[in-house]
């Protein structure tokens, strides 16, 4: 099991990582669980492949699991379900000091998160991923949100877990296509920060989306320790060093806007697609070179993402796609920050791109290769 300190002071926590988590989960949360009985926030699909196990898991530690499934699919992070699981939070009797145990992917994560958050003025959770992509990224930093009309993620406060506990066998049933959309997020964190990750990652790639399990530790644990750095730098996006891990996200916003976000195009697809153009556009501003920016865009497609957005068969022009740019909660008094590369390993937060020249690259990306 490795296991990776969040340093925040008093908001402190561990993110363990290793097999056979939810057999433990009682005795691994045992200081959270105060009380026989034991919320849980499940995601259907989740709970139908490993509930059993935590059911068991718990037991073992002598408390029993109350359950709460949340409705399937992104739509769950909305006022609605929102309302829905305060109702039942309150129902359940859960007080300040408890702990709500969120047990499923980034969507479970940050509804239980932000429910939590206002529960009360604020109760705990413990966050038990069971998507790659939740391992490496969402269950880590705090950051809650759900939906609304206009736009993903728009209402939410930052609200740090108490312990995240990332059973890397509930990987073992995730449909290939999401496994290989949290996977862009492993990649990120070795564009943006680690060269020797990035390097590794390439001589391990099929091991990992394998699920071997040594490779699959190594890229779930050093992900989340890149991730655990720049939180504790910077928890709340204030002084750009948190913004680098929005790498691939500018230009993958937009194709996810421009998709509908739908099935079209996952998450973790547009920041794979993100992540190309971005340091495409690196390239094309200079320092980056344009071998770096290919094998950004080599590893992508080797893991089975989309690397080309010519590919996409887009109805749209490169205005358009800047145009979606510009509603990005990212937005800062009139300007978009972008994170570019200066090679692989070296990313930067550039505050005075051009969306003109931004636009002009997208025309030719959307017609080529
Ligand atoms: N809070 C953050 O910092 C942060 C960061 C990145 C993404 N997010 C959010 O995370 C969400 C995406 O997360 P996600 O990709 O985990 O999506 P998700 O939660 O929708 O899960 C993806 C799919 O996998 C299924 N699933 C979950 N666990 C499973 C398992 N063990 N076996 C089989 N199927 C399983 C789910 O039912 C769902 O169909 C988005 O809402 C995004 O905004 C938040
Ligand atoms: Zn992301």
Known sequence: MAVIPVALGGRSYEVRIGRGLLERAGEEAARFLRKRRVPVVADAAAWNAHGERLTAGLAAAERELALFQTTPGESAKSWGELARLTDWLLAEGVERGDHVLAFGGGVVGDLTGFACAILKRGCGFVQLPTTLLAQVDSSVGGKTAINTAAGKNL????????????????????????????????????????????????????????????????????????????????????????????????????????????????????????????????????????????????????????AEIAALGLDCDGAALVDRMRHDKKMDAGSLPFVLLRGIGEAFLARDVDLADVAAFLDEELRAH
């Open 155 to 306: 209402v939410g406060v930052f609200h740090q877990p108490s312990l995240v506990l990332a059973d890397l066998d509930t990987l073992a049933t995730l449909s290939p296509r999401d496994l290989r959309a949290g996977y862009a997020e492993v990649l990120k964190y070795g564009v943006l920060g680690d060269r020797g990750f990035f390097d590794w990652l390439g001589a391990n790639d099929k091991a990992v989306l394998g699920l071997a399990p040594a490779a699959l530790e190594n890229a779930v644990a050093t992900s989340v320790a890149a991730k655990a750095r720049i939180v504790a730098d910077d928890e709340r996006e204030t002084t750009g060093a948190r913004a680098l891990l929005n790498l691939g996200h500018t230009f993958g916003h937009a194709l996810e806007a421009e998709t509908g976000f739908s099935d079209r195009l996952l998450h973790g697809e547009s920041v794979a697609l993100g992540m190309v153009l971005a340091a495409r556009y690196s390239a094309r501003r200079g320092p980056m070179d344009d071998g770096e920016a290919e094998r950004v865009s080599a590893a992508v497609d080797a893991a089975g993402l989309p």
